[in-house]
């Protein structure tokens, strides 16, 4: 195995590492004491499907089945640059939300609907941050099928995920929400 095969796999392991550790902490932070009532299983299911993805995306490389290029070459490295990417943009658009953010679906007493920073153009840009991890970690393993994997499954979680925290914001919200819905995105400009 060469040295630059070896290094990714360390820096890729390391990304998604630093990633999973961050998440936990977040959680655990912000779970504490809340009502899980409005979530409806949301938050354990974008976690299975991404870390089932994270998992699930070695195996075609370690079998060498669906290689773009070989794990080292350039690719590999644009794919951690977006994974960290990722990271740093889910972490300000985590810390743009402040005290409202929590890991589960649920609105605070003195709840805010924020439009600041990414909120101002998206609804919901810590949800992008994990897609774009998850499409990194894709890109970065250099193998289409790993790609499919690492895109399919947090993008199922995620929708789910969008759907309930959308009900419940404009249960909450109401009309302050559907004029919101009205000027932004719910993920990707111009996309979706």
């Excluded at 290029?69 to 402040?98: E, H, N, P």
């Excluded at 609105?107 to 840009?125: M, N, S, V």
């Excluded at 004029?179 to 990707?188: G, L, M, P, Q």
Aim: hydrophobic share 50%.
């Amino acid at each position: 195995m060469s040295a630059s095969i070896i290094s990714a796999i360390v820096v890729i392991n390391a990304a998604e590492l630093y990633y999973l550790i961050s998440e936990i902490i977040m959680t655990s932070r912000t779970r504490q004491g809340t009502n899980d009532a409005f979530d409806r299983g949301t938050n354990r299911l974008v976690w299975i499907l991404v870390v089932s993805a994270f998992i699930i995306a070695w195996l075609p490389v370690i079998l060498d089945h669906g290689r773009l290029l070989v794990l080292g070459d350039w690719l590999t490295w644009v794919g951690v640059a977006i994974m960290i990417s990722g990271i740093v943009f889910r972490q300000y658009a985590i810390s743009v939300l402040g005290k409202f953010f929590t890991a589960t679906v649920q609105i605070k007493k003195d709840h805010e609907l924020i439009k600041a920073g990414p909120y101002r153009y998206i609804r919901h840009p810590s949800y992008l941050g994990i897609l774009i991890i998850s499409l990194g970690l894709g890109i970065t393993l250099a193998n289409w099928i790993s790609l499919l994997v690492c895109i399919g499954l947090p993008v199922i979680g995620v929708m789910q995920r969008i759907k309930v925290e959308e009900k419940e914001l404009e249960r909450h919200f109401g009309k302050q929400y559907q004029d919101y819905k009205k000027n932004t995105w719910r993920i990707v400009p111009y996309i979706y």
